[in-house]
């Protein structure tokens, strides 16, 4: 390094995803929480991914072998028409024998993954009394998208350099300004709760998976802690387990009002569970 160059400084990669869906409602005004086709959890999740790249083109490799492969030939998920697998890994559509492969290759990267879990019941009650309080209040699904993202990166943006924040894209419009004001929010709690300036740059942007590898990666986080909650499911939790960080169950109060946060040394199992599957 010539004495004129100037150390590159480090920069933060993270991605981010949701599991589940903010509806609570019908067009009724009924709800629906917990009916089929909706979700009884909303959670949000953020990968962090120290070589996106790496993780990229090591996704991308694999793809292109799975797609060589005789055996998965004729699964529905693998044609090209149906533009699933073909464009990018997606948990929910991908077929048993190629997420067995995606969890093999994401354990062998280094990623951390925090999230946030809302129990959808809860909210419904606390709209239902605000209702009450005020008649002109509408809940919509991006408020509780919004809180979550200032909740999640409340102590992620104080210790790095620089940061890039990559969000799966949701419908058709980007919501990039919601988004960084949700960020800005989450510093100000952290400088209202402990007093500490985060001032590091940020670049947000909102992305397709297929263009992130990151995105995939999260989603499939996602997706086995969904089987978790919803279903009581554990094999794909503690097959990624050694990669979890932190979870925040917000609406599990029994212990603190803040809810609990499942960690290295208080691990998120099914027997944790505010309401466990049987």
């Not at 989450?186 to 992305?207: D, T, V």
Request: charged share 30%; with cysteine.
């Amino acid at each position: 390094m010539n004495e004129t160059d100037s150390p590159q400084p480090s920069i933060c990669h993270y991605f981010v995803d949701e599991a589940g869906d903010g509806t609570l409602f019908n067009k009724r005004k009924q709800v629906v929480v917990g009916r089929e086709g909706c979700s009884r959890y909303f959670a949000l999740g953020v990968l962090k991914v120290d070589d996106p790249k790496a993780l990229h083109d090591a996704l991308e490799a694999l793809r292109t072998n799975l797609f060589a492969d005789p055996y998965l030939a004729t699964v529905p998920s693998m044609q090209q028409e149906r533009k699933k697998t073909a464009l990018a890994f997606h948990a929910k559509d991908d077929c048993a024998e190629v997420r067995r492969e995606v969890y093999k290759l994401l354990m062998q990267h280094e990623l951390r993954f925090f999230a946030v879990v809302r129990e959808k019941q809860t909210i419904v009650d606390k709209v239902l009394e605000h209702n009450k309080k005020s008649s002109t209040y509408r809940y919509h699904p991006n408020q509780l998208y919004d809180r979550c993202v200032s909740r999640l990166f409340k102590e992620r943006l104080h210790k790095e350099e620089s940061y890039v924040i990559q969000f799966s894209r949701r419908g058709n419009r980007p919501r990039t300004a919601a988004l960084q004001n949700a960020i800005e929010q989450s510093r100000g709690n952290l400088r209202k709760s402990w007093g500490i300036e985060a001032n590091s740059p940020i670049e947000i942007m909102a992305a397709k998976p297929a263009d992130a590898g990151g995105l995939q990666a999260v989603d499939y986080f996602l997706w086995a802690m969904q089987r978790l909650y919803e279903r009581g499911e554990e094999r794909y939790w503690d097959f990624v387990s050694s990669k979890v960080s932190l979870v925040h169950d917000v609406d599990d109060t029994r212990g603190n009002k803040y809810g609990v946060y499942y960690t290295k040394k208080n691990p998120l199992k099914k027997e944790s569970l505010k309401k466990p599957i049987e």
